[in-house]
């Protein structure tokens, strides 16, 4: 009975301090968030090809072997991503970028507060035994609300974007975006099982590597280009 309630209690403790190192780290990305607004376009396309090399990095790292296939597709999947997000910076602006960090941000640490503060059915055991029903109605709660209250700056993108002219079709894509950003997650998590690994990396303390932390930006990003290729 004592070790239980020991037991109970580290678990409290560790969950406690993993949620302040989170937290902690994620003030690092406000910089790298900050130049995103401010670089010129060449130097932004510069500080992407940085952020690919690092992730490429973190896949290729040599504490596991083999898995060659696996590692070109999560190479071709990153740079696909970076592209992706790229393009957005080009056509929609800094604003777009900030529209699609919005989402992806919120979806994913509204899975997380939820998700540890309520528990319930895991939704993909198999693939991240952490991730629940109950996370992912909290990521999608919080990417809809944080959106509709930051609409009228995040919305400027529609400028140039026809398909955001209207709050209807901006409401459908900003579903299609929410859902990209949990299906990256997967994605990601289904990597690591692959290979083996708890994280590809370990230069944010409580979150990973910089791929387990942008996975869910990497496919939002191309989604939205694919829909932007399709309805333009």
Not at 68 to 73: I, K, S, T
Not at 186 to 210: C, M, T
Request: aromatic share 12%; charged share 15%; net charge positive.
């Amino acid at each position: 009975m004592v070790d239980e309630v020991i037991m109970e209690s580290e678990v409290k403790i560790n969950g406690k301090t993993e949620f302040l190192t989170r937290l902690l780290s994620s003030f690092m990305f406000v910089p790298v968030i900050t130049l995103i607004f401010v670089l010129p376009y060449w130097a932004f396309c510069v500080l992407c090809m940085a952020v690919y090399l690092i992730m490429a990095h973190e896949i290729l790292f040599p504490g596991v072997k083999g898995h060659a296939l696996l590692r070109a597709c999560a190479l071709l999947f990153i740079f696909g991503g970076m592209a992706a997000f790229m393009y957005c910076r080009k056509n929609f602006g800094a604003l777009g970028c900030g529209f699609l960090i919005c989402i992806s941000s919120l979806t994913d640490t509204g899975g997380y507060l939820v998700g540890k503060a309520v528990g319930g059915a895991k939704m993909c055991p198999k693939i991240s035994p952490k991730k629940t029903w109950s996370g992912l109605i909290g990521g999608i709660i919080f990417a809809n609300t944080g959106v509709y209250f930051l609409k009228d700056i995040l919305f400027k993108v529609q400028d140039d974007g026809a398909y955001l002219a209207s709050w209807a079709g901006t409401f459908f894509i900003i579903q299609l975006l929410i859902a990209a950003s949990v299906i990256g997650d997967l994605l990601e998590s289904s990597f690591k099982r692959k290979i083996n690994v708890k994280d590809v990396g370990h230069l944010l303390p409580g979150h990973g590597g910089l791929l387990d932390r942008l996975d869910s930006l990497l496919f939002a990003s191309i989604i939205l280009v694919l829909i932007d290729m399709i309805i333009r």
